[in-house]
């Protein structure tokens, strides 16, 4: 909820400051070409998947970055549909594979930094061992 409303007020601020500045009228048509270019992009997704689909064929980037890229294409796109300056602005660096891949970086390093895996097979209490012991008592019933 916290960051819902961080995000609600930074939006309102930063619009409301480029509002004034451009007017009402070229905020109308900014909010207008954005979401026409967020539905172009939408529309066209299946291009830029199947190009990065390629590249990760050719080796030329990894399934992570073939992953990330296409997450940040996809949203990218759904904010510039979304009216607001702030969601416009972050929609077109997502669209940018530079930002994209700077981005996933730092979140990828923050994952790791708070997830501890234990490489170690011999684990002192190791919970997925299960004993188990069959007793065969069909000769008994006769």
Known sequence: MIWFLLYLFLEITVSVEI?????????????????????????NFRYTFFENMQAMVNGEITPETFQNQNMAALIGAILLIVPGFLTDIVGVL????????????????????????????????DTDVIDVEIIDDSGCRK
């Open 19 to 43: 509002a004034s500045a451009i007017g009402p009228f070229w905020t109308f048509v900014e909010v207008i070409v954005s979401a026409i270019a967020g539905l172009l992009l939408l529309t």
């Open 94 to 125: 997502l669209q940018f594979g530079v930002f994209t891949n700077l981005l996933a970086k730092r979140l990828a390093r923050k994952h790791r930094r708070n997830t501890h895996v234990d490489t170690n097979p011999f684990h002192e209490g």
